[in-house]
């Protein structure tokens, strides 16, 4: 599990310290449409890269937790993947996923790209909130892209809808208004304890937010199926006596031409992917890396329970 380094006192003593009385936390979940920008706002929010982002949709594949405090508030932010029609099992699992982020939130934001505002996704989540009669937030992100003009209109066309209590205008790219946004959620919180020990960020565990750097070069450095073909595991993490880590990891993709493609022409494409994903890993990681890459044919692994298991996903839905 991430933490801050070197925190200011034992993190079990924090909320006693402080006084519970006048203390607040609650969970936000991020909602959207595939590429609407919240893993980008996560990020912005916690102050610290967790979650991997990509020009593609598609990238978050499960929940994850960002944890963030701001005065006596502790804001437990639930990045989700991408909404969508789905047709795959992966698909149909990513999906639950997201919804089930939402279900016991005590705030949602949703995020519209406000540059495809009218995309069909984005209106199949306002349509199935406003069937529920959900209360949401609704965050028009992108706003660096867009005229403010035609902002304020197409946040006058989604207030109309009813189910949104505030709005605000966002770019989760420059953090223009994500303080405001922010602020908004802290005051939001329920009184109560905070959950977590106050230099916890995620509830991660650090071989899984390692797997995802990875995968996040697999998404930027190859293309068409392939990213939605392949998963990452990391098989082994040795802590070294010299303080750096050597950690190991299986790129899984569904067949050999698959491979071929991944380790690239005499394994220039592999060595590319594991030098990025090193460095970034090293940021992260604070420390010297040592990563070995592997990849693997495992043609069923997109149907295979314990792979779901392992990605956090429910495999029965
Ligand atoms: N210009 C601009 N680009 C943004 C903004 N927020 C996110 N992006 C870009 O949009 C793309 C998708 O961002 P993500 O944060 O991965 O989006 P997501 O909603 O988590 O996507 P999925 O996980 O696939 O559902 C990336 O290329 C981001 O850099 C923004 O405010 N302005
Ligand atoms: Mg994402």
New binding site residues.
Partial sequence: MPRKHKPAQPPELAPAVRGQDDTRCGYVA?I????????????GLVGQKL???????????SRLLGIVILGPAQLILV??????APRRRLDRAMVAA?WAGMADADQTVL?V???RPEDPDTRHIVDRLAAGGRRAILAL?????VPRERLLAIADRLFRVGCFERIFM?????G?GVDDLKQYLASAMPPGPWLFPEDQLSDAPERWLAAEVTREQVFLQLHDELPYSASVETEAWEERADGSARIDQVIYVRRPGQRAIVLGDKGARIKAIGARSRAELERMLERRIHLFLFVKVRDNWIEDPERYAALGLDYNV
Avoid: E, H, M, Y
Avoid at 51 to 58: C, E, F, G, L, M
């Fill in positions: 991020l959207g449409a595939p590429n609407a920008g919240k893993s980008t706002l996560l990020n979650a991997i982002v990509t020009p593609k949709v598609q990238t978050t594949r990045d989700t993947p991408g909404i969508f997201a995020l790209d406000a540059v992100n992108k706003i660096d892209l966002i770019s989760g790219l420059t223009d």
